[in-house]
């Protein structure tokens, strides 16, 4: 067995670890492994983390926040394992990314190095379109664009992803199909 293939599996047991405990101790304790695991990258491993997990984060801490004083119940341990296991898994996540060559770890199927492929492929080119948009409105704006017009923008290249990414499910889906990966 291949070291990426070995830490594809030690993941995935890390993931379904970090799924089934329910002690904010033990999951505090996993985030301190993985920051000492990170090393030298921890301290921007978790800032990424952090601010991938902020928004949704909020929203469920807030709606939780708001059912529990419904209901009349105290909200801070269920809070605390929640956010904890997110920013455990989101962090375990970005490590085993920065870490491992997803091409080798996946190499043992020629199914998944495709998707993997075709995922990949489409990630490079949202990003080139999103550093496009955020250029084309910094290009168009003689003075530091405002907050409406930035969330305007922002509106407009969500749709426009949203859109790209129908279309090129539905015609990645179609030359699968053609090419027999999907048995109907």
Known sequence: MRREHGLLLG???????????HDPRALAAGLFILLLLAGRQAPALLWRAMRAVLIFNLAVSLGYLL????????PWDTLLLINLRV????????????????????DFSRTLTYLLGLAYSQALSFQRAHGDFRLALVSRSPVRPRLRDRYRSSAAAAAWFID????????TAQALRARGFFND
Do not use: H, P
């Open 11 to 21: 993941y995935a047991a890390a993931v379904i670890a970090a799924t089934l405990v």
């Open 67 to 74: 059912l529990a004083g419904l209901r009349q119940m105290s």
């Open 87 to 106: 920013v455990v898994l989101t962090l375990l996540t970005f490590l085993f990314v920065a870490r491992v060559n997803l091409f080798r770890a996946l």
């Open 164 to 171: 790209k990414g129908l279309v090129a499910a539905r015609e």
